[in-house]
């Protein structure tokens, strides 16, 4: 933890929206580019090691920020589009 006197700051990471898709009957989690997404919407993500598109559902949307995010930020990718 970081201290405020101590001179440390505390990195904002702002909010961001996450949606759990179901893609080849598993769930993964990625990064929405907009907060208009709702459960039920089909969307192209990218899947598997060549991060080939791919269609899934979305099961469940959260709005985050980074600390709190549903998997690591330097891992979760990015939907490609709302289908």
Same mark, same amino acid.
């Given at each position: 933890?970081?201290?405020?006197?101590?001179?440390?700051?505390? /990195?904002? *990471?702002?909010?961001?929206?996450? +949606? /759990? +898709?179901? $893609? *080849?009957?598993?769930?993964?989690?990625?990064?929405?580019?907009?907060? /208009?997404?709702?459960?039920?919407?089909? $969307?192209? $993500?990218?899947?598997?090691?060549?991060?080939?598109?791919?269609?899934?559902? +979305?099961? /469940?949307?959260?709005?985050?920020?980074?600390?709190?995010?549903?998997?690591?930020? *330097?891992?979760?990718?990015?939907?490609?589009?709302?289908?």
């Amino acid at each position: 933890m970081i201290h405020s006197l101590s001179g440390g700051v505390i /990195k904002e *990471n702002g909010r961001h929206t996450f +949606v /759990k +898709v179901e $893609v *080849n009957g598993a769930p993964y989690w990625y990064l929405s580019p907009t907060s /208009k997404i709702a459960a039920g919407a089909r $969307v192209s $993500v990218p899947f598997g090691k060549g991060d080939l598109p791919a269609e899934g559902t +979305v099961l /469940k949307v959260e709005e985050a920020d980074g600390q709190c995010a549903p998997v690591p930020m *330097n891992r979760i990718r990015e939907i490609y589009e709302i289908l």
